[in-house]
């Protein structure tokens, strides 16, 4: 049935069709917008469409060129939201809510009542991409298949035609109606309600308000490191042209490039003679006179060759693997289109196998040009009018449940111990320090739970640190842990001079025994082989099967758990994780060894990690609740990301001591009970927190600190 489209043209057909929201109960809606940048106060919504019954749908518009309501477009609008954005009795619908949440936002309005997100219960019922409505239309109502087709992309949305711009919206909103009606249903039958309505719709809520707000930068201190990553990008790439192979094989690259460019031409030479032209000469002395140029080093802006490219794959590849006078190393994989990779860990694996010094030093280039180009350079055009960047946490943005992150992508901000100087650009408000609190192990504590491993438990009860006591387990001195642990503290305080000293030969064993424990910690978790840890930890595959087959002596619990799982996986194709979510991996039946084998890999890993991101997400739940509400922790209190298993807020000093203990109550234990049925047995989730200026000096909390001279002790 095609969509019926009313356009509102006056104050009482927008009062006419919020009668009709309350009447139905429902208002499923969609902005169309000049940009996305909700946040930005030159762009404004063109329109917003509304269906409250399936089959048809009603446009307001707004900011666009041709409305009627375009000098009070916000009056308009804030008359709708009043008496249906924020009537709790109103079910408010969209694909993406966040997006709209976060224009509500804009214009002051904060939606009421039971929100759904049409996408989410999409990515509920299946977690695999796309989400995206059109591709849903497509497979759902193929009698609407390609309907944004009749926008055209090439205009810029506030130059759009009114009328194919309205009914484009419209059909956004009645389709995503129809999607409600088909898909809360099925929720419901299959068990996923809870984990939609109580924790996927919740982090709607969060996460729009805490992208609204964004992260405050320093602008002047990232101007500044703008200057210094110019210069330590200069100088990598000076030393890496400088390279005594690199230097070698270009000039013996240049003489092969003059005598094919020359060769090449000879060829043509030969071919007009043979040819018979009758103006063979002027066309033979036109070739030889580009000769004598090519000798002379005058070339064309084709044929020129303008020194070696490092992000150039076929340069690289030649230099590395192919080339006769390259490096001639062996390559590790190929890349889709045949070629030899050179991606980073590529490099990684076979820069061992390089004298040169070359891909050490390229690694270093590689990482200063990533480093500046993604978190440097590239974020100073991100910065709002009030030096915020707004980045997008993508609720739906993996498979297993975990967040991800874009513009900019905070998961992959440098840790401290890397790039200390590229945290610090983040700070709080004037009045605000930064608190930061960490998910201590939280994979491993629910590997713990899931495995019901005795003695990891047994490690987590005892506020073990896991990656030491591994190191312990496997060396049959877990007794001795206390001892371990001062001295590896010990040797993490010493230069690496210090450690070369053989008197130190103790304390450099047990902090290799620590880092190849936390590197096979992890490895288990991902499904890692032989291959690619001995890869990781630099020992051969028989090796890297005996570190493993020592790790599951130590951790017999998880071996069996694994076992448990892989088994279900076989049967069932799907795997669950504690919070509901469900992981359905059909390729267990997979006749193919390596899509069966990702399978059973998957079957290991996505509970474990979407349980371990669903906790923290939880917490924040929980904790904007808590804020809310303002009677347990300060109304002003603002959550400013969330990373991988770490949560950062905005707090004035004089709360920190009283909030604190509070936070670490409700993340250490949420009330997953009460919403979703389930609690922990074996183990706590446990958070540690951290206090600072900026993100780049974190330190840990300590109850004694007098907080409220920080503050003064900057301005000073």
Same mark, same amino acid.
């Given at each position: 049935?095609?969509s019926?489209?009313?356009?509102?043209?006056?104050?009482?057909?927008?009062?006419?069709?919020?009668?009709?929201?309350?009447?139905?109960?429902?208002?499923?809606?969609?902005?169309?917008?000049?940009?996305?940048?909700y946040?930005?106060?030159?762009?404004?919504?063109?329109?917003?469409?509304?269906?409250?019954?399936?089959g048809?749908?009603?446009?307001?518009?707004?900011?666009?060129?041709?409305?009627?309501?375009?000098?009070?477009?916000?009056?308009?609008?804030?008359?709708?939201?009043?008496?249906?954005?924020?009537?709790?009795?109103i079910?408010?619908?969209?694909?993406?809510f966040?997006?709209?949440?976060?224009?509500?936002?804009?214009?002051?309005i904060?939606?009421?009542?039971?929100?759904?997100?049409?996408?989410?219960?999409?990515?509920?019922l299946?977690?695999?991409?796309?989400?995206?409505l059109?591709?849903?239309?497509?497979?759902?109502?193929?009698?609407?298949a390609?309907?944004?087709?009749?926008?055209?992309?090439?205009?810029?949305?506030?130059?759009?035609?009114?009328?194919?711009?309205?009914?484009?919206c419209?059909?956004?909103?009645d389709?995503?109606?129809?999607?409600?009606?088909?898909?809360?249903?099925?929720?419901?039958?299959?068990?996923?309600?809870?984990?939609?309505?109580?924790?996927?719709?919740?982090?709607?809520?969060?996460?729009?308000?805490?992208?609204?707000?964004?992260?405050?930068?320093?602008?002047?201190?990232?101007?500044?490191?703008?200057?210094?990553?110019?210069?330590?990008?200069?100088d990598?790439?000076?030393?890496?042209?400088?390279?005594?192979?690199?230097l070698?094989?270009?000039?013996?690259?240049?003489?092969?490039?003059?005598?094919?460019?020359?060769?090449?031409?000879?060829?043509?030479?030969?071919?007009?003679?043979?040819?018979?032209?009758?103006?063979?000469?002027?066309l033979?002395?036109?070739?030889?006179?580009?000769?004598?140029?090519?000798l002379?080093?005058?070339?064309?802006?084709?044929?020129?060759?303008?020194g070696?490219?490092?992000?150039?794959?076929?340069?690289?590849?030649?230099?590395?693997?192919?080339s006769?006078?390259?490096?001639?190393?062996?390559?590790?994989?190929?890349?889709?289109?045949?070629?030899?990779?050179?991606?980073e860990?590529?490099?990684e694996?076979?820069?061992?196998?390089? !004298?040169s010094?070359?891909m050490d030093?390229?690694?270093?280039?590689?990482?200063?040009?990533?480093?500046?180009?993604?978190?440097?350079s590239g974020?100073h055009p991100?910065?709002?009018y009030?030096?915020?960047?707004?980045?997008?946490?993508?609720?739906?943005?993996?498979?297993?449940?975990?967040?991800?992150?874009?513009?900019?992508?905070?998961?992959?901000?440098?840790?401290d111990?890397t790039?200390?100087?590229?945290?610090?650009?983040?700070?709080?408000?004037?009045?605000?320090?930064?608190?930061?609190?960490?998910?201590s192990?939280?994979?491993?504590r629910?590997?713990?739970?899931?495995?019901?491993?005795?003695?990891?438990i047994?490690?987590?009860?005892?506020?073990?640190?896991?990656?030491?006591?591994?190191?312990?387990?496997?060396?049959?001195a877990?007794?001795?842990?206390d001892?371990?642990?001062?001295?590896?503290?010990?040797?993490?305080?010493?230069?690496?001079?210090?450690?070369?000293?053989?008197?130190?030969?103790?304390?450099?064993?047990?902090?290799?025994q620590?880092?190849?424990?936390?590197?096979?910690?992890?490895?288990?978790?991902?499904?890692?082989?032989?291959?690619?840890?001995?890869?990781?930890?630099?020992?051969?595959?028989?090796?890297?099967?005996?570190?493993?087959?020592?790790?599951?002596?130590?951790?017999?619990?998880? !071996?069996?758990?694994?076992?448990?799982?892989?088994r279900?996986?076989l049967?069932?194709?799907?795997?669950?994780?504690?919070?509901?979510r469900?992981?359905?991996?059909?390729?267990?039946?997979?006749?193919?060894?390596?899509?069966?084998?990702?399978?059973?890999?998957?079957?290991?890993?996505?509970?474990?990690?979407?349980?371990?991101?669903?906790?923290?997400?939880?917490?924040?739940?929980?904790?904007?609740e808590?804020?809310?509400?303002?009677?347990?922790?300060?109304?002003?209190?603002?959550?400013?990301?969330?990373?991988?298993?770490?949560?950062?807020?905005?707090?004035?000093?004089?709360?920190?001591?009283?909030?604190?203990?509070?936070?670490?109550?409700?993340?250490?234990?949420?009330?997953t009970?009460?919403?979703?049925?389930?609690?922990?047995?074996?183990?706590e989730?446990?958070?540690?927190?951290?206090?600072?200026?900026?993100?780049?000096?974190?330190?840990?909390?300590?109850?004694?600190e007098?907080?409220?001279?920080?503050?003064?002790?900057?301005?000073?």
């Amino acid at each position: 049935m095609p969509s019926k489209l009313k356009i509102c043209k006056s104050k009482a057909d927008v009062r006419e069709l919020i009668a009709h929201c309350k009447t139905t109960g429902m208002c499923s809606h969609d902005f169309e917008t000049t940009s996305l940048q909700y946040y930005n106060p030159n762009e404004y919504p063109l329109c917003m469409g509304v269906s409250f019954q399936p089959g048809s749908a009603w446009i307001i518009p707004l900011g666009h060129k041709d409305s009627p309501f375009q000098k009070n477009w916000r009056k308009i609008l804030r008359l709708f939201a009043k008496q249906v954005i924020e009537d709790f009795n109103i079910v408010k619908i969209a694909w993406n809510f966040k997006f709209e949440y976060k224009w509500w936002l804009s214009i002051d309005i904060m939606p009421k009542g039971r929100l759904f997100d049409a996408m989410l219960a999409k990515y509920c019922l299946d977690e695999e991409p796309p989400h995206g409505l059109k591709e849903h239309v497509t497979q759902f109502y193929p009698e609407f298949a390609g309907y944004e087709d009749k926008i055209d992309k090439k205009v810029a949305w506030a130059d759009k035609d009114a009328d194919k711009l309205y009914e484009y919206c419209g059909l956004d909103t009645d389709l995503t109606l129809r999607s409600f009606i088909y898909m809360e249903p099925r929720l419901i039958k299959g068990g996923f309600y809870n984990l939609f309505r109580n924790l996927l719709m919740m982090a709607v809520r969060v996460f729009g308000e805490s992208e609204y707000r964004g992260i405050r930068i320093d602008r002047p201190y990232l101007e500044e490191i703008m200057g210094i990553y110019k210069t330590k990008i200069a100088d990598s790439d000076t030393t890496l042209r400088s390279n005594r192979r690199l230097l070698k094989y270009e000039r013996k690259y240049k003489k092969h490039h003059l005598r094919n460019l020359i060769e090449k031409v000879e060829l043509e030479i030969e071919e007009i003679e043979e040819d018979d032209n009758p103006n063979a000469a002027t066309l033979i002395a036109n070739r030889n006179k580009k000769i004598q140029n090519y000798l002379a080093g005058t070339f064309s802006n084709k044929d020129r060759y303008d020194g070696f490219n490092f992000n150039s794959p076929k340069q690289m590849g030649e230099f590395l693997y192919s080339s006769s006078f390259g490096l001639k190393l062996k390559p590790l994989k190929q890349t889709k289109s045949g070629g030899n990779s050179t991606d980073e860990e590529s490099i990684e694996a076979i820069k061992t196998h390089d !004298r040169s010094g070359f891909m050490d030093q390229l690694l270093i280039h590689r990482g200063l040009v990533k480093l500046d180009s993604t978190y440097i350079s590239g974020i100073h055009p991100l910065l709002d009018y009030v030096d915020r960047v707004h980045a997008n946490f993508k609720i739906h943005g993996t498979v297993t449940g975990r967040l991800s992150c874009g513009d900019p992508n905070l998961q992959n901000i440098p840790r401290d111990t890397t790039s200390s100087d590229i945290k610090k650009m983040f700070i709080p408000p004037p009045g605000y320090l930064l608190l930061e609190v960490d998910y201590s192990q939280a994979e491993l504590r629910v590997v713990a739970e899931l495995a019901q491993d005795k003695v990891m438990i047994d490690i987590f009860k005892r506020n073990y640190n896991i990656h030491v006591a591994t190191a312990c387990k496997v060396n049959d001195a877990l007794e001795r842990y206390d001892e371990i642990k001062a001295i590896i503290k010990k040797g993490d305080a010493m230069s690496g001079d210090e450690l070369k000293d053989p008197k130190n030969k103790e304390i450099l064993f047990w902090l290799k025994q620590k880092k190849r424990a936390k590197t096979i910690n992890f490895g288990i978790l991902y499904g890692q082989g032989a291959k690619k840890l001995s890869i990781e930890l630099e020992c051969t595959e028989a090796e890297a099967e005996q570190i493993i087959e020592d790790w599951f002596k130590a951790y017999p619990g998880v !071996r069996r758990w694994i076992k448990r799982q892989q088994r279900f996986c076989l049967k069932n194709e799907y795997v669950t994780n504690m919070f509901g979510r469900k992981r359905r991996l059909y390729n267990a039946s997979s006749p193919k060894p390596y899509e069966k084998f990702e399978a059973l890999r998957q079957a290991i890993n996505t509970p474990i990690q979407g349980t371990s991101s669903d906790f923290a997400v939880f917490s924040t739940v929980i904790l904007r609740e808590e804020i809310t509400r303002g009677k347990l922790l300060p109304p002003d209190m603002q959550m400013c990301y969330e990373v991988h298993d770490s949560i950062g807020f905005y707090i004035r000093p004089a709360d920190i001591h009283r909030v604190i203990p509070i936070v670490k109550k409700i993340c250490d234990n949420p009330l997953t009970q009460r919403y979703f049925g389930f609690k922990l047995k074996y183990v706590e989730m446990k958070v540690s927190a951290e206090v600072g200026l900026n993100w780049g000096s974190l330190n840990e909390y300590n109850p004694k600190e007098d907080y409220t001279t920080w503050l003064i002790k900057k301005a000073a």
